[in-house]
């Protein structure tokens, strides 16, 4: 597996600008369709590592009483646009969560099992941040104006996230990346699951930890220990990799929350089940930030931060974590 690294001289025209770290939305025309309505074949995968893979699903149910929380923010760094506020009282109801994002490892045997073949394998390309990738691919990669620190790769999907030449060896126990909200919606279907909504995300990433700004608390590195994989340094021309990683990170890296969940700040932004009001079905609310998060531009790790992307869309820095009602029973 090519080793990541972003330790590199910043490209001429990757300038920072008032979007979000995350990879722009929508497909072209021609590229328009819906993950259910795609032929079911059997998608590769490189098997190295393949013996150890059910050890690496993790997988782990946790329980939550519901009840009612503060959700929300007033803070003055919340992200102008995103509706983070006002801070409002909200009752859920019991519910199952899962500890960890759902890793390469499980989606694996879903494909195996069902053929499955993911919108970015349909369309034939997906969206990879621009340092993860070889010069000559890099450059044969069209940009995004807004934010050309994204690559659209041809052939990159879940199995390739870096394209041609890459693979999932030593990242079977990674949070499964270049899924579609459909795609969500299809493995939730098979796993008898659901997404989350953005209640029962926010009141689960607390951890019974009334309005801090993150899961621990209020300060990103308490006694200097790093807590979460986002970005250090200067997005998106240097990252540090103060916190041990350039890209994902093992969904059981760093400690659980008050509730046990890990990484639910940092590491992979998450589909919620709900849309991203007032803009209608076809987008939809993403919650957690990501391994491009960074403090002075991007701040959307924190708990309550929130942003979107159309159904349809893809990228290295998104995944999904399972939901369950209450009485709904283990398969």
Known sequence: MRQLSIRTS??????????????????????????????????????????????????KRITLPGGTFRMG??????????????????TVAPFAIDAYALTNARFAVFVEQTGYRTQAETFGWTYVFAKFLPGPLRKASRRPPH??????????????????????????????????WHDAQAF?????????????WEYAARGGVDQARSPWGNELTPDGKHQCNIWQGT?????????????????????????????????????SADPWTP??????????GSYLCHDSYCNRYRVAARTSNTADSSAGNVGLRLAWDAATPAR
């Open 10 to 59: 910043p490209d001429s025209n990757a300038q920072p600008s008032a979007h979000s770290c995350c990879a722009p939305g929508g497909r072209e025309p021609q590229q328009s369709g819906r993950a259910e309505d795609c032929a079911a074949t059997t998608t590769p995968f490189n098997r190295a590592g393949r013996e150890g893979l059910a050890t690496q699903a993790y997988t």
């Open 147 to 180: 934010t050309p620190w994204w690559c659209a790769v041809a052939k990159a999907a879940w199995n390739t996230p870096e394209g041609p030449g890459s693979d999932l060896e030593d990242r079977w126990d990674h949070p499964v990346v270049h899924l579609t």
């Open 235 to 271: 997005f998106p021309f240097r990252n540090t990799e103060e916190d041990g990683f350039a890209g994902t990170a093992p969904v059981h890296a760093f400690s659980p929350n008050g509730f046990g969940l890990y990484n639910v700040a940092g590491n992979v932004w998450e589909w």
């Open 73 to 90: 923010t007033d803070d003055a760094d919340a992200n102008p646009g995103d509706a983070e506020g006002p801070v409002r009282e909200i």
């Open 188 to 200: 939730c279907r098979w796993a008898g699951a659901r997404l989350p909504t953005e209640e029962e």
């Open 279 to 288: 803009e209608g079905p076809d987008r939809r609310a993403m919650r957690g």
